[in-house]
C-alpha cells in the first residue's frame, strides 16, 4: 500500500463510452458477492480483482462506475483502491514481474536477481519495457521464504531464483508470440 | 515436552516429492472431520471450556488465548463474525501458506468447530492478495465442504445458517492487523481502527466478531478429538501445544517444521533446517522481522510465548524464524527491515509514518558511509517513542520497528557504531556469500 498520493499532477483519464463495469461483469459481482456481506461497499475488493483480471489495472473511468454500481462516493472508491498495491491505477506490460525484496529473500540473494533483470531489460523497478511486455516491481514479502529469493510472474510464484535462468524463463515469455493479447496470457489466473 | 509425532503437518510429508494436495476424500480418509462431528456431539459451551482449558494461544503473533477470545462475545447478539486472518505478509512466516497448499480442509474444520461454539453466522476468511493459486484452493475446497454440507448449514436447535467465504486482499501488510484487517474486509482503506471497542464487541459491519489466525484453528480438530490434557502435554506450562516453525534466511534446508512450543532455536536450525549456510551462526530473528532480533549469545533460546522477557524481544510472534550467517552485514539487515515498515506504514498516525522514513533514510546515510556519531543514540530514541505500547499509535506495526530497532542496536552496538566513524567504507551486499 501506499499512502503517498502519486501521479497527482496527471491529467484527468479519457473517457469512453463504453463502460468498463460490464453489465457481465455487474451480474456476476452482483450475484456472487453482494449476498455475501450486509453492505454492498464490501463487494469493492472483490469486484476491482474482477476488473484486475479483466483489464490488467484499474482504469480511472472504473472508479466512477464502481461508486455508482456500489451506491458509495467516488471519493470513499478512490480512497479504498489507492491503498491496496495490487490495484495498479496505469496499463502495465503483459508480466508483471514482482520481486521480493524482504530480508530472507535479500538474505539468499534477491539484489543479484533484480540488478540482473534490470541490467538485461533495461527498465527500473515500476517501468515497462518499450514494447509492453515486461514491467518489473519491487514488492515486500510474498510469504515464501523458504524459496528465496522468489518472485511472482503476473499470478505465478517462482522460487529458488537464479539470476540468469530466470531471466532466460523472462526473455523466452517476452520473445513469444501473443496473438490474443492479455486474457491469453499463458499463466494461471485464478478466477475467484 | 518434545513432539512425537507431527500434528498440524501430518498430512505433508517432510519430503517435498510425496507433498500433495488433500482434497475431501483425502482428507476424510485420513480422519478428517472427524473433530467436527465430535465437537457437534457437544453442547457449544463445553466447546469452549475446553478450547480454555487447553491453553491454546493465538498463534497469528500475539498469542493472545483463544479461548478467552471467545468468551469476550457478548451473548445473544446476532449476526456475529469469525475473521480468518490468513493475511500471512510478515516476512519471514510462510507457515500458514503452507499448511493451507497442502491441507486446506484442516482450516475449514477448524472454521466449523470455532464457528458451531460461537453461534458465527458468516466466517469470512481473509487471504491475502499475493496469494493467488492458495485462494484458488481454498475456494475450491469451500465449494466442496458446501457440497457434503459442513458449510450453510443451519446450527442444530436454531435458524442460524453458519456460511464461510474466501475474501482476498489487494497487497497491504497492514491488513494483517485484526482491525485493519475489518476495514479491509468493509470494502475500505485497511486502516486500524482505536480500541476499544474491541473486535468482539463491535468488529465487521459493526457487529461481535471473532479474529483467529489460521493456525490456530487448525489446532481445534485436533483439540477436540484428544482432549486438552493431551494438548498441555506438549510445549510448555504457559505455551502448550505444538507449533509451526518457518524457517528461512542462512540454513540449509529452509522449510517449515513442527515442533513442540519451547523447542531450542539451536534444535530447530540443526535437526531440521541442516544447520546455518555459508558460515557460522551469528543473529536470527524469532517470529517475523517486526519481534527484533536473538542475538549470538542467545543461539540455543527456547521458542516460546514468554521468549520475550527471557530474551530481550518483542515476542515469539508467527514464529518465522529467519537466519542470519557471521558474513551478515547487520546495518544493511536493519535498513532492510526498517525500509519495510516505512513501506508498509499505512500513514494513518504521525510517529509511525514518519518514524519509520526517519529511521530509514538515516540507515540509509550511514549505508553509504555519511554516518554520525551521535546517530546511534537518535535511532534508539525514535525507535523507543513509536508504537501501541508507549501509547503513540493506534497499532502495532510501530511496535515492531521500535523493537526491531532497539535490538539491533542493544545486541550489536559495536557493529553499529563501528559504522558512524569518519571513513567508513560504503556498504554493498548483505551477505559476502549471497
Not at chain 1, 73 to 91: G, I, K, M, N, W
Not at chain 2, 49 to 58: C, Q
Not at chain 2, 167 to 189: N, P, V
Amino acid at each position: 500500500m501506499t499512502w503517498l498520493v502519486e501521479d497527482r499532477l496527471k491529467p484527468y483519464a479519457a473517457r469512453r463510452a463504453e463502460p468498463y463495469l460490464t453489465d457481465a461483469i455487474k451480474t456476476q459481482v452482483a450475484e456472487k458477492y453482494f449476498p455475501r456481506y450486509p453492505r454492498k461497499q464490501a463487494a469493492l475488493l472483490p469486484l476491482f480483482h474482477r476488473l484486475r483480471q479483466e483489464y490488467g489495472y484499474i482504469p480511472e473511468q472504473a472508479i466512477d462506475e464502481t461508486a455508482d454500481f456500489l451506491g458509495i462516493a467516488r471519493a470513499e472508491v478512490q480512497d479504498a483502491v489507492s491503498f491496496y498495491e495490487e490495484f495498479r491505477l496505469t496499463p502495465s506490460g503483459e508480466y508483471v514481474i514482482s520481486v521480493c525484496r524482504s530480508i530472507s529473500c535479500e538474505l539468499c540473494g534477491s539484489r543479484a536477481v533484480l540488478e540482473r533483470i534490470r541490467h538485461v531489460f533495461g527498465v527500473d523497478p515500476g517501468e515497462t519495457t518499450a514494447d509492453h511486455k515486461i514491467t518489473v516491481l519491487e514488492v515486500e514479502c510474498l510469504g515464501a521464504c523458504e524459496q528465496a529469493p522468489c518472485a511472482l510472474v503476473n499470478e505465478d510464484l517462482h522460487g529458488h531464483l537464479e539470476p540468469d535462468n530466470f531471466v532466460r524463463k523472462l526473455q523466452a515469455l517476452s520473445a513469444a508470440r501473443d496473438d490474443q493479447g492479455r486474457a491469453a496470457a499463458p499463466t494461471g489466473r485464478t478466477h475467484i | 515436552m518434545a513432539l512425537v509425532a507431527p500434528i498440524l503437518l501430518k498430512r505433508i510429508p517432510a519430503e517435498p516429492a510425496q507433498r500433495r494436495l488433500y482434497r475431501w476424500a483425502d482428507y476424510t480418509a485420513t480422519g478428517g472431520y472427524e473433530g467436527l462431528q465430535k465437537a457437534c456431539a457437544m453442547p457449544p459451551g463445553e466447546v469452549i471450556k475446553l478450547v480454555v482449558d487447553s491453553g491454546l494461544r493465538g498463534r497469528g503473533g500475539a498469542g493472545f488465548p483463544c479461548g478467552t477470545k471467545w468468551t469476550f462475545l457478548p451473548k445473544d447478539i446476532h449476526p456475529r463474525y469469525l475473521a480468518v486472518n490468513f493475511d500471512e505478509s510478515e516476512p519471514g512466516t510462510f507457515k500458514d501458506r503452507y499448511l493451507v497448499e497442502h491441507d486446506p480442509h484442516a482450516l475449514l474444520e477448524g472454521i466449523a468447530i470455532a464457528a458451531y461454539a460461537n453461534r458465527i453466522t458468516t466466517s469470512y476468511i481473509y487471504i491475502r492478495g499475493e496469494y493467488h493459486r492458495q485462494a484458488g484452493i481454498l475456494e475450491e475446497a469451500v465449494a466442496e465442504a458446501y457440497a457434503y454440507g459442513i458449510f450453510g448449514r443451519k446450527y442444530p436447535g436454531t435458524d442460524i445458517v453458519h456460511n464461510c467465504y474466501v475474501h482476498r486482499g489487494a497487497g497491504a501488510y497492514i491488513c494483517g492487523e485484526e482491525t485493519g484487517l475489518l476495514e479491509s474486509l468493509e470494502g475500505k482503506r485497511g486502516w486500524p481502527r482505536n480500541k476499544p471497542p474491541f473486535p468482539a464487541v463491535a468488529g465487521a459491519f459493526a457487529k461481535p466478531t471473532i479474529i483467529n489466525n489460521v493456525e490456530t484453528l487448525a489446532c481445534l480438530p485436533h483439540i477436540v478429538l484428544h482432549g486438552s490434557a493431551w494438548f498441555k502435554s506438549m510445549g510448555t506450562p504457559s505455551s502448550a501445544g505444538p507449533k509451526l516453525f518457518g524457517l528461512s534466511g542462512h540454513v540449509n534446508q529452509p522449510g517449515v517444521y513442527e515442533e513442540a512450543l519451547g523447542v531450542k532455536m539451536s534444535t530447530l536450525i540443526e535437526k531440521y533446517a541442516g544447520g546455518v549456510k555459508g558460515g557460522k551462526y551469528k543473529a536470527a530473528i524469532p517470529g517475523g522481522v517486526s519481534m527484533g532480533v536473538l542475538g549470538t549469545d542467545q543461539y540455543h533460546a527456547e521458542l516460546d510465548f514468554d521468549i520475550g522477557k527471557k530474551y530481550n524481544v518483542l515476542g515469539l510472534g508467527t514464529a518465522g524464524v529467519i537466519v542470519m550467517n557471521d558474513q551478515t552485514d547487520l546495518v544493511l539487515a536493519l535498513r532492510n527491515i526498517v525500509r519495510f515498515f516505512a513501506h508498509e506504514s499505512c500513514g494513518q498516525c504521525t510517529p509511525c509514518r514518519e518514524g519509520t522514513a526517519w529511521m530509514h533514510k538515516m540507515l540509509n546515510r550511514i549505508v553509504d558511509g555519511f554516518g554520525r556519531p551521535r546517530d546511534f543514540d537518535l535511532l534508539m530514541e525514535i525507535a523507543l517513542s513509536m508504537g501501541a505500547m508507549p501509547g503513540t499509535t493506534i497499532c502495532g506495526l510501530a511496535d515492531g520497528a521500535n523493537w526491531a530497532v532497539r535490538t539491533f542496536l542493544q545486541k550489536f552496538p559495536e557493529e553499529f557504531k563501528a559504522r558512524l566513524k569518519c571513513g567508513q567504507v560504503r556498504g554493498v551486499e548483505l551477505t559476502a556469500t549471497a
